[in-house]
Each structure stands twice: as C-alpha cells, then as structure tokens.
C-alpha cells in the first residue's frame, strides 16, 4: 500500500476529529468519512486483486503500514458512532469485493461477457492489533477536543475504554509481535495523559473554566511507566 493510500485514511481520521470542533453537523461530517473510507477499501481491493493467487505474506511488509493506518481509520470511526471497539472479524467482512471477468469473443459478431469473481482481503492479527495500538492516540486527541468543548463526559468514557484496550494488550505481553511491545509503551502514555485528565476533572473540573479545561489536560504529564523496561 503505498504512502498515497495511507495518507487516504489518515484523511478520515481527520475528517473524524472535526466532529469535535462543536459543528452542527457532527453526522454529514461522519457521512463524509465513510465515503473516504470505502475509497480506501476500494483501494486495498486493488491490492487483493494483485496478489490473487499469490502469497500475501511474501509481499506483507510492502502494504503492513498502509494497512495498519485502515485499521485506525475504521476502529476510531466505528468508536465514534457505535462507542465500542470493532472486531478483526467486522474489518475483514467489510473487504469482500467482486471484480468483473471479461471473456474472450468467441466470434466477430459476439460481444464480450462479463462474469464475477469475489476477492477477499484478510487483515492479519498482527496489523489488527498495531492498528489498535495506533487508535488510542487518536482517542487521547478526542479526549482533548471533548474537554476544549465543555465535554467532560467523554473523557471518562474513555479512560474505561482505553484501560481495557490497555488491560488486552498487557495480557498479550511478549507472546505477540515484537511491534506490539514496543507501541505498548505510546498505548501507555495515551492512557496516562487521560487518566490525569480525569483526574483533574474530577478534583477541579467544577472550578475550572471550560475553555480552560483543554489546556489543564495539554499541561499535564505522564510519570514514566515503571512496567515499560520489562516489556
């Protein structure tokens, strides 16, 4: 997948925040990013097409970061529309595509037939859970943009949120990708800047301005992780 591809879905991840920035029209904005985001399913049926018949993991590295940048893209829309986390069976059931087969004429006189075939794409487990990795940034961001907004519900909703990504990912520990431990630590810092913003939210949300409440949650820091030297 090349850079182009993965600058499509980082497109819908920005079309995603602006649902943040106290429009009016939060579900046109949503509407939009589901078109961007069936572009970059039409592209990776571009891909599937291309490795039909060959071995996808000969040519993984190639299209991986592509890949794993959908991943985001689609988990974090999925988030915000339904406040759940999307499963690697929902992400591969959407990548089922049929592609027209024309057939040779047989004749002068014959126009040429069409025929289907249905392609698949399979998201490995591996670019799932990078991808996943990825989209607790993006959630730390909706943290911010919520509060900047007055919002100060959304930020709980996602520090429980973020602890059970966290929590799945901790029990993985070092059996997984060896790319996995090392975004556990990122994962960590988004889920600690979170929960220092509820933190201050609850202890002095009453007595801070709302317009104010962004910056409380910008100025606090993350104490390093003592578990991250072990993974």
Known sequence: MSPEK???????????HRCFQSVPNADDILNEAEVKLDAVRQKIGQIAEELR???????????TAGIQEYVEAVSFLHYIRHRSLISLEEINASLVFMRAEKEEPKGLAEAPQ????????QVTPSDYLLGIADLTGELMRMCISSVGNGDIDTPFQLSQFLRQIHDGFS???????YE???KLHTLRQSLGKVEDACYALRVRGSEIPKHMLADVFSSRTTLPDPEEGMV
Do not use: W
């Open 53 to 63: 018949g060959e071995d996808i993991f000969q040519f993984h590295r190639a299209f």
């Open 180 to 182: 996995v431990s090392k």
């Open 171 to 177: 029990y993985i520990g070092n059996t997984g990708p």
């Open 114 to 121: 069409t025929g289907g075939q249905v392609l698949t794409f």
């Open 6 to 16: 993965c600058r499509c879905s980082a497109g819908v991840i920005l079309t995603c």
